[in-house]
C-alpha cells in the first residue's frame, strides 16, 4: 500500500502528500515528502468530505459524489471516496489536477485489494 501512495506522489507534479483514509477519519496509510502530519490531514479532510457527502446526497439530491477538489493559495486537495475510505493527494497550489485523477484511479485500482 504505501509503494503505491510513494508513487503517486513521484507521478503527478506538485504532489507532496498521499493517503488512505477512512471516512471515520482515521488515516490508514500514507506517504509525505514534506514535514506535516498525515492524521491531522486525514481528520480535517474526513470531516469535510462527510460534509459534502451528506449535503450533495441528502440536501440537493445529487447523488455520491465521485471525486472532489478544493483549491488553495499554496495547497490543493484531491479525493476520491471509495466505500468507507477516500484517497487523499495534497499538492502545493500549482499541482497538476489532470495528472492526479489519471494516476488516482491507477492507485485506486492496486489500493482496492486491501479493502
Not at 477512512?22 to 469535510?48: K, N, Y
Not at 500549482?94 to 492526479?100: C, D, I, S
Request: charge should be negative; hydrophobic fraction near 50%; aromatic fraction near 8%.
Amino acid at each position: 500500500m504505501l509503494a503505491a501512495l510513494k508513487q503517486l506522489v513521484t507521478d503527478v507534479d506538485g504532489a507532496w502528500a498521499a493517503a488512505l483514509g477512512g471516512l471515520d477519519g482515521l488515516l490508514i496509510d500514507g506517504h509525505s515528502e514534506a514535514d506535516v502530519d498525515l492524521t491531522l490531514l486525514v481528520a480535517e479532510h474526513a470531516g469535510l468530505l462527510r460534509a459534502t457527502k451528506m449535503a450533495y446526497e441528502d440536501t440537493l439530491s445529487g447523488g455520491v459524489p465521485s471525486e472532489w477538489f478544493l483549491r488553495g493559495e499554496t495547497l490543493c486537495a484531491y479525493i476520491v471516496p471509495i466505500r468507507d475510505f477516500f484517497l487523499l493527494m495534497v499538492m502545493d497550489g500549482r499541482g497538476n489536477l489532470g495528472q492526479a485523477r489519471l494516476y488516482s484511479q491507477q492507485t485506486l485500482k492496486q489500493l482496492e485489494e486491501f479493502l
